[in-house]
């Protein structure tokens, strides 16, 4: 990458706070090192895009059987898109899929299903600089134990918890696809976007 534009990427995040992820291709080895540091990944157009997800838990429930406590959740995310890409976008969307894993109560260790909930977001034409904020979709996740002093024969988990375990973000403009943010960044090493999963919410 030319010189200047190592030095527009350190002028852009310079006043960046908080946990902020970027979007953006490089070569150089001072690229890689911020694309770590951000925890991200992200190509397309060299465009870059700034994104902060935080999980939120929306709704929750409570159940309790002599034998059993329940607690039925519904988690998502609220995504914050700051367009740094120093120029306006337009007709800009965005596709997710929200990953999180399923265990089962009485299950041997690492008996869990995998399931991805996907959504859209349109945001329309983009300033430079703007921010755009969305609340994704829910995912339903519970956790049970068993209550009482009652355990299983076989000795089997007497636990079981469900859990989000990332966000994979692709962004669009005019149906280009202009970058892609993962959260962590480990979610591609175990996932892939078009690979068939269980879907969320349908257990």
Same mark, same amino acid.
């Given at each position: 990458?030319?010189?200047?534009?190592?030095?527009?990427?350190?002028?852009?995040?310079?006043?960046?706070?908080? @946990?902020?992820?970027?979007?953006?291709?490089?070569?150089?080895?001072? *690229?890689?090192?911020?694309?770590?540091?951000?925890?991200?990944?992200?190509?397309?157009?060299?465009?870059?895009?700034?994104?902060? *997800?935080?999980?939120?838990? =929306?709704?929750?429930? +409570?159940?309790?059987?002599?034998?059993?406590?329940?607690?039925?959740?519904?988690?998502?995310?609220? @995504?914050?898109?700051?367009?740094?890409?120093?120029?306006?976008?337009?007709?800009?969307?965005?596709?997710?899929?929200? =990953?999180?894993?399923?265990?089962?109560?009485?299950?041997?260790?690492?008996?869990?299903?995998?399931?991805?909930?996907?959504?859209?977001?349109?945001?329309?034409?983009?300033?430079?600089?703007?921010?755009?904020? =969305?609340?994704?979709?829910?995912?339903?996740?519970?956790?049970?134990?068993?209550?009482?002093? !009652? !355990? !299983?024969?076989?000795?089997?988990?007497?636990?079981?918890?469900?859990? @989000?375990?990332?966000?994979?973000? +692709?962004? =669009?403009?005019?149906?280009?696809?202009?970058?892609?943010?993962?959260?962590?960044?480990?979610?591609?090493?175990?996932? /892939?976007?078009?690979?068939?999963?269980?879907?969320?919410?349908? /257990?």
């Amino acid at each position: 990458m030319p010189e200047m534009g190592v030095k527009a990427v350190k002028r852009a995040l310079a006043p960046v706070q908080g @946990i902020w992820q970027t979007g953006f291709v490089m070569k150089n080895r001072l *690229a890689l090192g911020v694309l770590l540091l951000l925890s991200c990944t992200a190509f397309a157009d060299n465009l870059r895009v700034e994104m902060k *997800a935080e999980k939120k838990r =929306f709704d929750t429930s +409570r159940e309790k059987s002599e034998t059993t406590f329940t607690s039925n959740e519904k988690w998502g995310y609220v @995504i914050k898109l700051r367009n740094t890409t120093f120029k306006d976008l337009p007709d800009v969307s965005v596709e997710y899929q929200i =990953f999180s894993k399923d265990e089962k109560m009485a299950a041997s260790k690492g008996d869990v299903d995998h399931r991805r909930l996907k959504g859209t977001q349109k945001i329309g034409d983009w300033k430079v600089n703007a921010i755009s904020s =969305f609340e994704t979709e829910q995912v339903d996740l519970t956790r049970s134990q068993l209550v009482g002093g !009652y !355990y !299983y024969a076989n000795r089997a988990s007497v636990k079981a918890t469900d859990s @989000i375990t990332g966000i994979w973000v +692709r962004i =669009f403009s005019a149906g280009k696809q202009i970058s892609e943010i993962i959260d962590p960044p480990s979610l591609a090493t175990k996932a /892939k976007w078009d690979a068939p999963a269980l879907p969320a919410n349908e /257990k």
